[in-house]
């Protein structure tokens, strides 16, 4: 029997964010809707994660919209895909149920097939209301656990610790610990488990490990999701289809690669060695590939690689017989468990087709690339970026005293930020945590749900003010102020899904509305 691989398109959402920081407007996307209808994806990430944010805050695009005009050109041919934040939804903070819900339904009802879930703490009973919720109103629920590895303590901080008579933690994120989630979350009723790993953090022998066993031990299919920032992602992305994963996240040529994910026409090469059929039309691809290129030059103000990969259509373009053995050694290597030779092999493919170099300072400092340019920006704008390495060398203890959180949106930023303003603290000569963030304080508190283990009672009462852990609680829930603008003389959000974008979006979508309602009254004169 032949096997079949799922490939889930990321292009427009995941892809455009890594890569562009969700610049692309609704007629950019237009312009390549109708290749994709015919293109084949099982699925296409289009909506969630920075998306009802960014269209309204940058582009003065009604997120809603984006949403449904996406729907009306696809129809059926792909399943429409969106990224939660579980409780989180798409924003920061936790929502209580009845916002949730409404979320779920007004997606589903407006084109959304597949909500994948995640939580930043990888807290099941954070995710628990949204999988209920998108099955209630039959949706798909894709539920992701967040890849992360325990902190690196350098030999000089093991020594210190032995000598002070603290040992240091024993390792938390054993493939038991990514199983156990998994199977937490399928039997809440998880239709589909994404092993995801949003930092391209997960090397191939890990993927391997991980992938073997979720194979063995779920009932239910397993996507795998990577990023190839530090320069593990195509050899990841191998390495979960030689050992069985069902479906694979990609992006299109000119959006793949560097921060973003591996190229969907490099996993068509390999397949087509491993007789492995995907069911693509791969020359729909390529006209969307095509218009891409467009597109990113007209994003070039965005976009963070400034290095285009060499063009290639692997239907009608060859490559030298050297690099063509490059992919069978690396399949080679793959199927051995040679972690070292299939890395070098996927390298050189990735050099030979002009793809980003990899990131050595992400992959030496063993964070998310996002989570480290925003610790660099932050510094610069204090005038204070001599303090970068000082902050990256705290960073595992503000992590360890936070109860150990995944490095994902929105706690990676939450942990970054303090590392940051710990460093500062010790240039001053005050004691850490002088200035502990809100976010940090609710983190330590104990609102943005289980931190994997647990936070020291003193350090919470130094932090938070209280020992004891404080569940974020949905009952005290007030929702947005919704003013009628005197000029129009109609409410700021007139329907439910105006009244969502208010909740997970205040400042945002009040800015946003008004503006809207202002233009289409002036449209109507």
């Not at 792909?78 to 779920?104: T, V």
């Not at 809207?516 to 004169?525: D, G, I, Y």
Request: proline share 6%; aromatic share 8%; glycine share 6%.
């Amino acid at each position: 029997m032949i096997r079949k691989l799922l490939i889930r398109d990321l292009t427009l959402r995941d892809g455009q964010q890594s890569a562009f920081a969700t610049r692309m407007s609704q007629a950019q996307i237009d312009r390549v809707l109708p290749y994709y209808k015919d293109a084949g994806f099982y699925a296409m990430e289009v909506w969630g994660g920075a998306v009802p944010d960014s269209v309204m805050r940058y582009l003065g695009e009604n997120p809603w919209d984006r949403l449904e005009i996406i729907k009306e050109k696809i129809g059926n041919s792909s399943k429409l895909s969106a990224l939660s934040r579980g409780r989180n939804l798409f924003g920061y903070n936790p929502y209580p149920d009845e916002i949730i819900e409404g979320f779920c339904r007004n997606s589903i009802r407006s084109g959304i097939d597949i909500m994948r879930i995640f939580d930043a703490l990888n807290d099941v009973d954070n995710v628990k209301s949204t999988i209920r919720y998108v099955k209630k109103f039959g949706g798909k629920a894709d539920c992701a656990i967040c890849y992360t590895i325990d902190p690196h303590h350098s030999p000089v901080e093991r020594i210190k610790a032995a000598l002070h008579g603290r040992p240091l933690h024993k390792p938390v994120f054993t493939n038991e610990y990514f199983l156990n989630k998994a199977l937490q979350l399928e039997s809440l009723g998880a239709d589909m488990i994404t092993l995801k790993d949003m930092s391209g953090l997960i090397p191939p022998a890990r993927t391997a490990e991980l992938v073997r066993l979720f194979k063995k031990s779920l009932k239910v299919p397993v996507d795998f999701h990577t990023h190839c920032t530090p320069g593990y992602g195509l050899a990841s992305v191998v390495s979960a289809i030689i050992n069985g994963v069902d479906i694979v996240d990609t992006n299109i040529w000119n959006f793949a690669g560097g921060p973003a994910a591996p190229a969907v026409e490099l996993v068509y090469i390999f397949c087509k060695k491993l007789g492995i059929e995907l069911d693509l039309d791969m020359d729909a691809i390529a006209k969307i590939n095509k218009e891409l290129l467009t597109i990113r030059k007209e994003l070039s103000v965005f976009d963070t690689a400034k290095k285009f990969p060499r063009p290639f259509n692997p239907v009608e373009d060859s490559f030298p017989a050297e690099i063509d053995r490059f992919f069978n050694d690396a399949i080679e290597a793959a199927r051995k468990d040679k972690e070292d030779d299939l890395l070098l092999y996927c390298r050189a493919i990735e050099e030979y087709f002009d793809f980003p170099e990899p990131n050595e300072l992400v992959k030496k400092a063993q964070i998310p690339g996002g989570m480290y340019t925003n610790m660099v920006a932050q510094l610069k704008q204090l005038g204070q970026i001599d303090l970068l390495e000082k902050a990256m060398s705290l960073i595992p203890q503000v992590r360890m005293d936070a109860g150990l959180p995944p490095l994902v949106t929105p706690t990676s930023q939450i942990i970054g930020a303090q590392a940051v303003s710990c460093a500062l603290d010790e240039l001053k000569g005050r004691p850490m945590y002088s200035n502990p963030s809100n976010q940090f304080i609710a983190l330590v508190k104990g609102e943005y749900g289980k931190t994997p283990i647990p936070v020291d009672p003193a350090f919470r009462l130094k932090i938070a003010g209280v020992q004891n852990e404080v569940p974020y609680d949905g009952s005290h829930y007030v929702m947005q102020e919704n003013p009628v603008l005197e000029d129009l003389d109609v409410l700021l959000a007139e329907n439910e899904k105006e009244i969502l974008l208010l909740e997970l979006f205040p400042t945002v979508a009040r800015t946003f509305l008004t503006k809207w309602k202002e233009q289409k009254a002036r449209s109507t004169v």
